[in-house]
């Protein structure tokens, strides 16, 4: 069966009841900020590709209200590491800027403070979250924008526009968590629009909203349940070889290079790690494109081919999958009625995301129940708003 997903308000009341029993009385604001899966277009987002993600009925929740104790404290009910709930911290100085440390959760809410274009205020929080953490469906970036958006409401200070504020969330994670994101996820968790997802262009920062509401079909999300943490080596090593194959073709980015440019540099001095990866992130810019116009026209079997084509390109030619994904993946094509699977977000564990038709996903949910290797956990996917004040 595929988990039911907590309604916002139970997370809210949640927060609540938290609030009044650490802090005393009710908090003044409550903010929601999603979740996301990405259904196409993956590791393109920081070689100014394409992306094309959606945002989830998961959602990060912060409540809170101003206080006059030049402290920001805060309580999480969710969190994956064994360190304390609670932090607090004196409010940020020019003199006593805010500096990562520990908790390691705190350092995606200090990174945003840091970043928020607003005069701050002390403020007393409690955060809490469905977004299964380290799940590839983007906790990081849904806390950070739940909490601009607690800051938004708190201050009444609200962002030049929301790319400023996904951007500003970005820079939150680059610059306290060291994991050099690109902008996908704080940019659908701000811009998501109900039954619709979300095509970027990461390159000039546009995008354009396209309807899922053919309720033939639905996207079946599959947790392996493989904890993928991307603040390792292997995601900035991934960059970084994109960088180096745009430079050796002499382009400013792999979304500038041709198939042809990526031949015509082969043999002389392109290492064979760097050419495969680079192989992936110039066809995978192309598909998704491609992609999103055969969804258009509600062409599942050709948009599914593509997904699962763009999961054995994350297989072999970016080597960002892992067994347990690759076998989701298999088992889903197995069943009739699916068109097509792949792996999603930034890999190493985590999601699969599964384009199947409505009548057939009970009999995917069981054969993968039945045959996977692991504990599988399923979400239906139902396209969701962004980052919100409640
Ligand atoms: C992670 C990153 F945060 C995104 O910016 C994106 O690169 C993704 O991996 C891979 O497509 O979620």
Redesign the pocket.
């Known amino acids: 069966m595929a988990c039911k997903i907590p309604e916002t308000e139970s997370l809210v009341c949640n927060a609540q009841t938290a609030f009044s029993s650490t802090f005393g009385g009710k908090a003044e604001v409550a903010v929601a900020a999603p979740g996301r899966v ?1 259904i196409i ?6 070689n100014e590709g394409f ?1 094309f993600p959606m945002a989830l009925p998961l959602a990060t929740v912060v409540v809170g209200s101003r206080t006059d104790s030049g402290l920001c404290r805060i309580l999480t009910l969710s969190k994956s590491v064994d360190e304390p709930f609670r932090v607090e911290f004196p409010l940020p100085t020019p003199a006593h800027p805010l500096i990562p440390g520990k908790p390691s959760w705190a350092n995606y809410i200090k990174g945003v403070i840091a970043n928020f274009a607003g005069s701050l205020s002390s403020f007393d929080a409690v955060v809490t979250t469905s977004v299964p953490l380290g799940g ?1 469906l ?1 906790s ?2 849904s806390l950070e924008v739940a909490m601009y958006t607690f800051l938004e409401a708190l201050t009444g200070t609200k962002a030049s526009s929301l790319q400023a504020k996904a951007l500003a969330c ?1 820079k939150a ?1 680059h610059d306290f968590t060291n ?1 050099p ?5 704080q940019f659908i968790s701000t811009m998501g629009k109900k039954g619709h997802a979300l095509l970027i262009d990461c390159r000039s920062l546009e995008s354009s909203l396209v309807p899922l509401d053919d309720p033939s079909v639905t996207f079946v999300i599959t947790n392996s349940n493989v904890h993928h943490t ?1 603040t390792g080596s292997e ?1 900035p090593m991934r960059r970084k070889q994109c960088y180096e194959a745009a430079k050796i073709m002499g382009k400013s980015s792999l979304r500038d290079a041709t198939l042809q440019d990526l031949e015509k540099h082969k043999a002389s001095m392109m290492d064979e790690v760097i050419y495969q990866r680079a192989l992936h992130v110039i066809t995978e810019i192309e598909r998704t494109q491609e992609a999103v116009n055969v969804l258009k026209m509600r062409d599942y079997v050709t948009f599914g081919k593509m997904m699962t084509a763009s999961h054995n390109s994350l297989k072999y030619q970016y080597e ?1 999958s892992c067994a347990e994904l690759d076998q989701l993946v298999e088992l889903a094509l197995e069943i009739d009625g699916v068109f097509g699977s792949r792996m999603t ?3 190493f564990g985590g999601c699969t995301v599964t384009l199947v038709k409505q009548g057939a996903k009970d009999k995917l949910i069981s054969h993968i129940c039945e045959k996977y290797s692991g504990q599988a956990t399923f979400y239906i996917c139902t396209p969701s708003e962004g980052a919100k004040e409640l």
């Open positions: 990405n277009g993956e590791h393109t987002d920081y992306v590839g983007s990081s970036a970005q994670e994991m994101c690109g902008i996908m996820d991307l995601y960002v977000g930034g890999g």
